[in-house]
């Protein structure tokens, strides 16, 4: 009816004003001739329409689109949309309304609006079954604007489906065109030819036969674009031809022409293809130069597509020019741009949820004209009262448990607690040093200008100073393996080879430098733990690898013999001299070879004090200057059984290789990798993100054929993406594995090709990327989403007026019903209980915070203390030696070094004890009341063990205890007395506050503990 009525306003109007009509239609078609040649003119000829053609709105809403037109070309996108609105409301004519609402697809399809592409794509579909009701009636114009409308539509579609990866859908819809139809409008025509043409529609035969195909279309669409004096379209084929060949001189016509044509958006994309021209020659700051120029003019920023697209291609320039500041910068907005643009898949699932709804709220308005109100209201008031008692006992629970998590949790602050106290001591200790060494400097300060006697006694008093530094540094030392001795051992027995394949599959970064690695089959079985074998073999053919030089071999095997099997890395490298050999393994560092080789003797060392079995344990060395080394280890032989892989163990050691398929979750290493792969990029080892990224596509790939073992398709490294890749495939075919690591190790691996400057395997996995990353983010249910919507909105007022009448009936009836005074009273109740609890959870966060910075403190001072003795063990000794040399020069400068060392690392941990203050209040200590903190306190009497005692108060600031017990003191735990009483001191400003020792010709030991004492509203 609407179309019949549409057709008579026309005709009433033609009769009415045929001049005017006629002048309006040949204006609107001169305009729409020039689309392509010359925007200027189709925006002059739009505006005399708009000025004469008052009461022909048909002919107004043909103008309006010609000018939404060159808006769009000129990236007015605001205007253009505005102009755009303005139509619907200016006609009923809908092939001008198709036009438009295909416009506007175009307008969203730009600036990558996804959610509102699909709405508008859904109106035109709209108009064109409204327009094929009446298709036969109507004129040749008319047809004319028909075949613009329909050709335009399946064109922006496939534009908007390339762009977001949807390459199926894509080809689908440029082919659902007519070419015999679309011949008869030249613009189109060429519009067709290009798109075809431009890459990506056709798929059908060898890589060769695309190609040359794609060139034919591109060659025709330039031959009919030149003949009949279209430079858009001229510029557009010039433009691909120079992206298919590479041709510098056809890019930069296209760009003339797009310059003379007036488009931005085409002009901004005419530089991306010249900069890729120029990178393809070499010549990468010209490359940059006309990238930059792309982004010169902020207006194509509207355009996110267009924006990720020259941003990664910046990336790519600047990574060629070596400047990975700036590569990674835009390789970033590019990634920021690829997560803005991607279609929300929010509204997929809400799109699935709204058929639910609908058919939920027909339900709700049957239920509800019943006795659901009643019922509802019933069952809700009774269940309620029953679970009253119910709801009051699940706060009790709840108050217990959280007073359990309190009480657990103060639990582990105490151990915190006593543990950083051990902290404060061993700190004590180390500053407690820092005067010894300063006397030595001061002594050899003195011996430059000391007679003979003076300096022997000197140097005697050096000597002197560095055996109590020794001294210190042993108890010290004792004190910090009591806890980091505590190696955690899994001894389990099994067969070397799987470790062994897993070293060679490493053999790639020996490649990288030059070297071979041979690993010897070996069929022995050991007993030890896996990780820390597979960790000590790694380390020294690591080692090896290091002092080999280019064309040298490095060999790992393993020989069995009686008790045990020695496993040996042999190296024709540099070798070592008899000095290097002899401290090879020492605490500290020769000849570069670290502190793996120390961590390997560490391990050694703690399977000999396990048990007698580990007695045949041994790690040695073998050299020669000039001929190599072979560096061994033994551990006891195994039994052989059938073992179950390593899961997990290459990404804890952040090795390169693989454990059987039947023992593995492939799924979890391929994680690992991705994560290492990740890391290696932040610390620069590209190479090694490459070998990350081949060993994850390994896993997935296994993993694909021991759940899939007919597929076929299997993850490369690098190839071509014309055929579909392995992963996109599997993502189609609904295989069940994680695609967000496929996205993080394509994406890595993009980034270090960019550093490395590998071009074509960067191209090769920033393709795959995208194209995966825009078919997991696309929406396809989007299509349906405003019809649902619009179904649903009937439906969803009665349901929501119902809900509201529910609603206004169950609050009187809540109220009239119970009483108040009972509710008040539960209401109490519930206060009270909730208040605790909301105490309980105040007590609980402060506790763990507490725990928390107790817990860092701890950590960090455990790395400092070990870097500490790890840094400076050595100089004592290497000072006596210097002494016994009587070399001063060095000695002078050896102490210098020690002290300036000395003094940087235990400052850093003198800052980490000043953070965490003791916090005191009243307490007892053995029954009596003293100010102090009262977890200290209980460690003091757990370490003392006290068999008698006698208290005496001493004025009115302190109390003293003297203890009696049998055994003697440790020198540790006078330590940790001497802290504890130390903080008291500090905390409470009673600097009296100490122990003292006496000794006696009997078996007893008494203590004297002096500490404050208590006083009435004292905090």
Excluded at 330 to 358: F, G, P, V
Excluded at 662 to 683: E, G
Excluded at 845 to 855: A, G
Aim: aromatic share 8%; glycine share 4%.
């Amino acid at each position: 009816m609407r179309f019949w009525l549409f057709i008579i306003s026309t005709l009433l109007l033609t009769a009415c004003q045929p001049s005017d009509k006629a002048l309006v239609d040949k204006l609107n078609s001169l305009s729409y001739a020039c689309h392509y040649s010359n925007l200027d003119s189709t925006e002059l000829y739009a505006r005399q329409v708009l000025r004469i053609a008052d009461n022909y709105t048909n002919g107004r809403a043909e103008a309006l689109n010609h000018l939404a037109f060159v808006q769009m070309a000129k990236m007015d996108y605001q205007q253009a949309e505005s102009t755009l609105n303005d139509i619907p409301e200016l006609t009923d004519n809908q092939i001008e309304l198709l036009v438009c609402y295909v416009q506007q697809m175009r307008l969203c399809q730009r600036r990558s609006h996804n959610k509102d592409f699909h709405d508008f794509r859904e109106r035109a579909i709209t108009c064109m079954k409204r327009i094929n009701e009446e298709r036969n009636q109507l004129d040749d114009r008319q047809q004319r604007r028909l075949r613009y409308g329909e050709t335009e539509f399946a064109i922006v579609n496939s534009t908007y489906y390339y762009y977001v990866g949807l390459e199926n859908q894509s080809i689908d819809a440029l082919m659902a065109i007519d070419p015999n139809e679309v011949r008869r409008d030249t613009a189109q025509y060429l519009n067709y030819l290009y798109n075809v043409g431009a890459g990506g529609i056709i798929t059908e035969g060898s890589a060769e036969d695309i190609y040359q195909e794609e060139m034919d279309y591109l060659t025709h669409c330039l031959s009919i674009a030149q003949r009949f004096h279209y430079p858009y379209f001229e510029a557009q084929a010039k433009e691909a031809l120079a992206d298919h060949t590479g041709d510098l001189q056809l890019a930069d016509e296209a760009l003339h022409l797009f310059e003379d044509y007036g488009d931005i958006y085409q002009i901004a994309g005419a530089h991306r293809t010249l900069a890729s021209c120029y990178h393809a020659l070499g010549d990468d700051v010209m490359a940059l130069e006309h990238l930059n120029k792309a982004l010169s003019d902020t207006t194509i920023n509207q355009a996110p597509d267009l924006v990720a697209s020259i941003r990664e291609q910046l990336s790519v320039a600047y990574a060629a020019l070596n400047d990975k500041s700036a590569s990674d910068n835009n390789r970033n907005l590019y990634l920021d741009i690829q997560e803005q643009t991607r279609q929300d898949r929010e509204l997929e699932a809400r799109a699935a949820q709204y058929d639910k709804a609908s058919e939920q709220l027909n339900w709700m308005l049957i239920a509800v004209v019943g006795a659901i109100v009643l019922l509802v209201f019933l069952l809700w008031l009774f269940n309620y009262l029953n679970r009253r008692s119910k709801d009051d006992h699940q706060l009790v629970d709840l108050l217990e448990q959280k007073a359990e998590d309190l009480q657990v949790r103060r639990l582990s602050v105490e151990k915190s607690e006593r543990r950083h106290l051990d902290q404060r001591a061993k700190v004590s200790m180390v500053m407690g040093i820092l005067p010894f060494i300063d006397r030595i400097r001061h002594e050899v300060s003195r011996l430059g200008r000391a007679d003979a006697t003076d300096r022997q006694d000197s140097l005697d008093y050096i000597r002197e100073l560095t055996d109590k530094i020794n001294e210190q540094n042993d108890m010290l030392t004792q004190w910090i393996q009591l806890r980091q001795g505590e190696l955690n051992l899994h001894i389990e027995s099994f067969p070397l080879q799987p470790l062994f394949d897993i070293v060679a599959r490493g053999r790639t970064s020996f490649e990288i430098k030059g070297v071979s690695l041979t690993v010897e089959p070996t069929e022995a079985v050991i007993k030890a733990d896996r990780v820390l074998t597979l960790f000590m073999i790694n380390t020294l053919a690591d080692n090896a690898r290091k002092f080999t030089s280019k064309g040298g071999n490095v060999t790992v095997s393993a020989s069995e013999q009686a008790d045990y099997v020695e496993l040996s890395v042999q190296d024709t490298g540099c070798g070592m001299n008899p000095e290097q050999l002899a401290h090879v393994f020492d605490h500290k560092v020769i000849g570069d070879h670290g502190f793996g080789l120390m961590n390997c003797k560490g391990i050694i060392e703690k399977y000999r004090k396990m048990s007698q079995l580990f007695s045949v344990c041994q790690l040695s060395a073998e050299s020669e200057q000039g001929r190599g080394s072979r560096f061994f280890f033994r551990l006891p032989k195994g039994v052989k059984r059938v073992w179950v892989g390593i899961v997990g163990l290459v990404g804890l050691l952040g090795l390169v290789g693989s454990v059987p398929a039947a023992a593995v979750d492939y799924r979890s290493q391929a994680h690992i990798f991705a994560d290492s792969a990740y890391f290696c990029n932040v610390n620069g080892q590209y190479q090694r993100t490459l070998q990350f990224a081949d060993s994850c596509r390994q896993c997935l790939n296994k993993y694909y054929q021991e759940h899939y073992p007919y597929g076929r398709q299997l993850m490369q490294v690098n190839g071509d993406t014309s055929p579909l890749p392995a992963e996109i495939q599997w993502l189609h075919d609904s295989v069940d594995i994680n695609y967000q690591v496929i996205l993080d190790i394509r994406n890595e691996s993009a980034i270090a090709a960019l550093a490395l400057h590998e071009w074509q395997l960067y191209a090769y996995n920033n393709k795959v990327y995208t194209q995966l990353f825009k078919e997991l983010s696309a929406d396809n249910t989007l299509t349906d989403y405003c019809r649902i919507m619009q179904q649903s909105q009937s439906n969803k007022r009665i349901a929501i007026i119902l809900l509201v009448v529910i609603l206004m009936l169950i609050v009187p009836a809540y109220y009239m019903l119970y009483y108040r005074h009972r509710l008040y009273d539960r209401h109490c109740r519930e206060r009270m209980q909730l208040d605790n609890l909301e105490l309980a959870d105040d007590e609980l966060r402060r506790v763990e915070l507490e725990d928390s910075k107790l817990h860092v403190a701890n950590s960090v001072l455990d790395n400092c203390l070990s870097a500490l003795k790890h840094e400076t063990m050595y100089y004592p000794s290497h000072i006596r030696q210097l002494v016994d040399k009587g070399d001063i020069d060095s000695l002078s400068e050896v102490t210098l070094y020690y002290r300036d060392l000395y003094g940087i690392l235990s400052a850093q941990a003198m800052r980490q004890v000043e953070q965490v203050k003791l916090h005191v209040s009243r307490t007892t200590f053995l029954g009596h009341p003293v100010l102090g903190n009262d977890n200290m306190l209980r460690y003091l009497a757990d370490i003392l063990k006290p068999q008698s005692d006698d208290v005496q108060q001493k004025d009115d600031q302190y109390i003293v205890f003297t203890i009696t017990r049998q055994e003697p003191l440790s020198d540790i735990d006078y330590l940790r007395c001497r802290q504890i009483l130390r903080d008291h001191g500090d905390a409470t400003h009673r600097r009296a506050c100490g122990i003292t020792l006496a000794t006696h010709d009997s078996p007893l030991t008494t203590i004297t503990i002096t500490l404050p004492t208590y006083h009435h509203g004292q905090v």
